[in-house]
């Protein structure tokens, strides 16, 4: 089993920055992969950034979106077992609700309860 809190989100006016955070817990040693992804109203839910976390070989790669390429940057700090989201120079088009999402080795998806980020222009 595990959980994933989200925190982090707010109101900001574009060109900001905000940080988001993932605590996990649980079962996470043997987890491979964290990701951001967010949801807009009325659009599906789509993949922001993902970052490699325990096969050496990949250990610590990243992969973005196009839309937030060089603005967002995922990163993880081991000994607090959280993952962040970096959003610099936020747009209007970045608003939408944002969620923690992992896969353990068994498969099985977890989902965080999701912070909102609202960008006004």
């Known amino acids: 089993q595990v959980q994933l809190v989200e925190s982090g989100g707010g109101l900001v006016q574009a060109g900001s920055s905000l940080r988001l955070s993932c605590a996990a817990s649980?079962?996470?040693?043997?987890?491979?992969?964290f990701g951001w992804y967010r949801q807009a109203p009325g659009k599906q839910r789509e993949l922001v950034a993902t970052?490699?976390?325990?096969?050496?070989?990949?250990?610590?790669?990243?992969n973005y979106a196009d839309s937030v390429k060089g603005r967002f940057t995922i990163s993880r700090d081991n000994a607090k077992n959280t993952v962040y989201l970096q959003m610099n120079s936020l747009k209007p088009e970045d608003t939408a609700v944002y969620y923690c999402?992992?896969?353990?080795?068994?498969?099985?998806?977890?989902w965080g309860q999701g912070t909102q980020v609202t960008v006004s222009s």
């Open positions: 999402n992992t896969i353990d080795p068994t498969g099985r998806d977890y």
């Open positions: 649980g079962t996470t040693f043997s987890i491979n992969r």
């Open positions: 970052i490699s976390t325990y096969r050496i070989s990949t250990y610590g790669r990243t």
